[in-house]
Structure formats: C-alpha cells, structure tokens
C-alpha cells in the first residue's frame, strides 16, 4: 500500500507538476533581437516564471519560415512586419495569409556605422552613407579620409538588418555588388578591425573597442516577436518581461 501511495504521489507530481517544470517557449531570429533583446533576458526570465526560452539563432526570415511550419512558439525581426514579410517572399518564403500572423513591437534597434579604428573619418551624412554601400562612393578621399579604396563588409545572414538599413539609408537603392561577405555580426566585427579601407553596419552588440564607431543621422528600426495568431500565455509573459524588467538587461 505504501509503494502504491509514493507510485501515485510520483504520477501526481510529473502531471501537475510536470507542466510548469516543463514549460518552454522556443523562439528564433537573428542578430539583433536574439543578441540585443532575448539573449540579455534569458537569464532573468526564465528564473522568474520557469519558463525555459530555448534560442534558435539563425535570421528573420528563416525564424519566420520555421514558425509559419510550427517549429517555433514566437520569430523575431528587427523590420516591421510588412517589410518580413516582402524580405520573406524575395527569398521564395511563401506567407499563404499574412494575416494569420501578429505581430508585437518590443522595442526599437539603432543600426551603427561602424569603420576601422583608425579611420580619421568621424560622420558621415546620409547622402554619404547611400553613396558608399551603394558603390557611387568608392574612396575614403570623397568623405574626407585617405586615398584608399572603400571595402563594404556585408553580413549574409541578417536579411532584416540588411533590408532595414536598405530602405532607411540608402532609400532602398541596391547595395554595391562588390562586397566582403561576412557572416554573423560578430564576423563583421572582425573583419572590419582587420581591414583598415572596411566599412560596416550593425546593431549595439556588434560594437567594441575594436572598432570604430562613425556618427551618422540615427538610423532605427522596430523589433517585433512574430505569432501564429495572438500570442500564448507563455509568449505574453515573455513580451510583458522583456517591456518591464527586461529593460534592466537590454543595452540600446
């Protein structure tokens, strides 16, 4: 009777018990909603509600395409909706209802110029800023640095960030064809500390004394969490944590 009492209480505690133990969000994105705004709360919030948020880095529209399939309880971007959702269909993502999907701002990202350390070029306009990433500028001389040429460092793997500055900065002209392929924005990183004609751009967590960060117009964007549908009670918890305490992890 007493083995049969402690087999019940086990039973008991993996059902009731088990739900809250186990309870898990499973988020995607890429460089600067995954590092710049989920990584910095994982911590906090998961020791708060119990919740676990498992990270899947890998882009706004891959994010997308994985939650649009069921993989994926929220995707992040760092564009608004309707431009995730154009970026999307350019990568042959194909979104059958827009609609079905809501999206919540929680926060906004600035994108940073960024350049070598010792580039004597400290801002650039707008005009200079479109003019060099679209290839119409191709010396440092033109803005005031050396006689060298320009070297664009390209993330490949963060369609929104790109999309975003593309259409902020640069009035959605194409980027210059060529460019040094980079990946994460931690490669950016590197290869601009590496190559002193480099020239980038990124969110706040892509800088560092490694490089040098060049004055410009602001240059900002919306970070938005994707849901199938209005968000769960989990995902809302997240969303309401990330606008409340959260703040207190989030660099900006």
Same mark, same amino acid.
């Given at each position: 009777?007493?083995?049969?009492?402690?087999?019940?209480?086990?039973?008991?505690?993996?059902?009731?018990?088990?739900?809250? $133990?186990?309870?898990?969000?499973?988020?995607?994105?890429?460089?600067?909603? @995954?590092?710049? &705004?989920?990584?910095?709360?994982?911590?906090?919030?998961?020791?708060?509600?119990?919740?676990?948020? *498992?990270?899947?880095?890998?882009?706004?529209?891959?994010?997308?395409?994985?939650?649009?399939?069921?993989?994926?309880?929220?995707?992040?971007?760092?564009?608004? &909706?309707?431009?995730?959702?154009?970026?999307?269909?350019?990568?042959? /993502?194909?979104?059958?209802?827009?609609?079905? &999907? @809501?999206?919540?701002?929680?926060?906004?990202?600035?994108?940073?110029?960024?350049?070598?350390?010792? *580039?004597?070029?400290? +801002?650039?306009?707008?005009?200079?800023?479109?003019?060099?990433? +679209?290839?119409? /500028?191709?010396?440092?001389?033109?803005?005031?640095?050396?006689?060298?040429?320009?070297?664009?460092?390209?993330?490949?793997?963060?369609?929104?960030?790109?999309?975003?500055?593309?259409?902020?900065? $640069?009035?959605?002209?194409?980027?210059?064809?060529?460019?040094?392929?980079?990946?994460?924005?931690?490669?950016?990183?590197?290869?601009?500390?590496? *190559?002193?004609?480099?020239?980038?751009?990124?969110?706040?967590?892509?800088?560092?004394?490694?490089?040098?960060?060049?004055? +410009?117009?602001?240059?900002?964007?919306?970070?938005?969490?994707?849901?199938?549908?209005?968000?769960?009670?989990?995902?809302?918890?997240?969303?309401?944590?990330?606008?409340?305490?959260?703040?207190?992890?989030?660099?900006?």
């Amino acid at each position: 009777m007493k083995r049969a009492m402690i087999g019940l209480a086990l039973a008991a505690s993996m059902v009731f018990g088990g739900t809250a $133990m186990g309870e898990e969000i499973k988020a995607g994105g890429g460089g600067a909603p @995954v590092d710049g &705004y989920l990584k910095p709360v994982k911590e906090a919030f998961e020791k708060s509600t119990g919740i676990t948020l *498992n990270l899947n880095f890998s882009s706004a529209t891959l994010a997308f395409k994985q939650l649009i399939a069921g993989e994926l309880d929220l995707s992040t971007a760092g564009l608004a &909706y309707p431009d995730l959702v154009k970026t999307a269909k350019k990568e042959k /993502i194909e979104v059958a209802d827009p609609s079905a &999907y @809501v999206a919540t701002e929680i926060g906004a990202s600035k994108i940073y110029t960024v350049a070598h350390k010792d *580039n004597p070029v400290a +801002t650039l306009t707008m005009d200079q800023l479109k003019g060099i990433f +679209t290839g119409k /500028i191709a010396n440092w001389k033109e803005v005031g640095g050396n006689d060298a040429p320009i070297l664009i460092v390209l993330s490949s793997i963060n369609p929104a960030t790109n999309a975003a500055f593309k259409k902020l900065a $640069m009035g959605d002209a194409p980027f210059a064809t060529d460019v040094l392929d980079a990946g994460r924005f931690e490669d950016v990183r590197e290869k601009v500390a590496a *190559n002193p004609e480099a020239i980038a751009f990124g969110p706040v967590t892509m800088l560092d004394a490694t490089l040098k960060t060049v004055k +410009t117009p602001d240059v900002a964007r919306p970070v938005i969490v994707v849901t199938k549908g209005a968000p769960s009670a989990k995902v809302q918890k997240l969303i309401s944590f990330i606008k409340g305490e959260g703040q207190n992890y989030i660099k900006q």
